[in-house]
């Protein structure tokens, strides 16, 4: 029988014999979290060749790449390819390596053999290739959402320190120079005991404003998927947000990198002492500048600041009363507002279009409120949907709607054309679709219902199913089915919508929602 200190012995030598395969096997094997292939086919031989050598070069730029990101191209017209990865911003230079070589290999060996187009996501990187141009773009689709299923005990608390984290971590990730790694990991406590870790990371190819822009929308996707969660992540194609409860960044590489004192550059005495005599003698002259120009600078700042509070896009991202911090809102947000003009919707046009909300446009009354018609100066019929003040759906179902069914397309949704936030209004505009008219029922013959019934259903499995996020309507009722002028019938209302999980069918509700 063996002695107690030799069976201790016994079990810490296989402990730590484990360990070693483990951290080995994670090295061989980095953590894949998704992929997506496009429906082009490689149809060429050229074209395979090219991408061949593409992934070769791709692979072997990771050895040596300090800032973990290259792109490159390979061919000529009509079957050149062109790809990057980017690594996470807190791994070492070997690990880097290690999952791009996997990635290169993995992508078109298993997951996308014969398409032109793929996108594959690990946890230590992220690779890509396509037949078009996709250098310094900033992109979001295809994406893909994980989240941790359990709930966090405080959510006050813990969703303001989220989103002041977030925050903070977008605009110095955004704003990192040229050449350097758009990054930024960090962490605050969102109880005395209790610690909030956020990774966020865009491509050093974009931006600084395409940057922002990109990981504001990941933020979104999170407040949707993600909201009271214990974690979660989006991965974009130009950007990641991720944030959980326990550590999920190489601490020690951020803390040295904060603690490493920024390079100085060295030069001879006679040229240090030349310099501070240039200084001295236009000192005087910087000086009188800045204070010439320091309440011209004041005043500009505070009409920005001003226009920042009062506008759609600040609304849009500032839910249910909570506040963006001054020193990121001035210039993170003001970003944003260039970059949302095409979605958010004048109040002035929609009041045009609507004969300033006459009873003889409204359409009739919801749960939300009410819905006008209108007609958009080119000609086109819209339908608005106007919050009230009493509405049993909030700012929240609102969000949730515009942020799901602008990212969904298909024949027997409807469409949303745009949202407006001004003057503490809340719309949303649609495609008009002329379903009240009581004389249509006398053409719904059991052939025309049973098309309709079909329509709902090819819907329906599309949300369940097809489309990139996992939908479960929650309140399908017959007044959410929507007919255009054929008699197609379209899914509306999707205030009470939920997305659902990688695999995920079944799920846990806080509240009664729908009809």
Known sequence: MNSPIKLSNTILLYLLTLCIITKA???????????????????????????????????SNATSNSIGFFNASAGLEPDDVYGLFFCRGDLSTDV??????????????????????????????????????????MERDPNYTLWNPENVAVHAD???????????????????????????ATKANYTTEHYLYVLVQCTPDLSSGDCEQCLLAAYSGLEICCNEKRGGRILFPSCIVNFETYINYNETYVESAALAPSPVPQ??????????????????????VLLLSSFAYTMWRRKKREEIRNSQVIQLLDMEGRTIEDDCSNEIMYGEVKSQDSFLIQLDIVLKATNQYSNENKLGQGGFGPVYKGVMEDGKEIAVKRLSRTSGQGLREFMNEVNLIARLQHRNLVKLLGCCLEKNEKLLVYEYMPNKNSAMRVQLDWQRRLSIINGIARGLLYLHEDSRLRIIHRDLKASNILLDYEMNPKISDFGMARIFGGNHSEANTNRIVGT
């Open 158 to 184: 813990f969703n303001r320190e989220l989103l002041n984290t977030i925050f903070t971590a977008v605009n110095r990730a955004a704003n990192m120079p040229a050449g350097a790694k758009k990054f930024r």
């Open 25 to 59: 096997q994670n090295l061989n094997n980095p953590n894949y979290l998704h992929h997506f292939c496009d429906d082009t086919t490689t149809s060429t031989t050229t074209y395979k060749d090219n991408l061949n050598t593409l992934l070769s070069s791709l692979a």
């Open 96 to 137: 880097c390596q290690n999952c791009v070589a996997n990635a290169t290999k993995d992508i078109v060996q298993r997951r996308c053999p014969t398409q032109k187009v793929a996108f594959i996501w690990y946890d230590e990187c992220f690779l890509r290739y396509s037949n078009k141009i996709m250098f310094s773009t």
């Open 267 to 288: 030069g001879d005495k006679g040229s240090s002492k030349k310099t501070w005599i240039i200084i001295g003698a236009t000192l005087s002259t910087i000086v009188g």
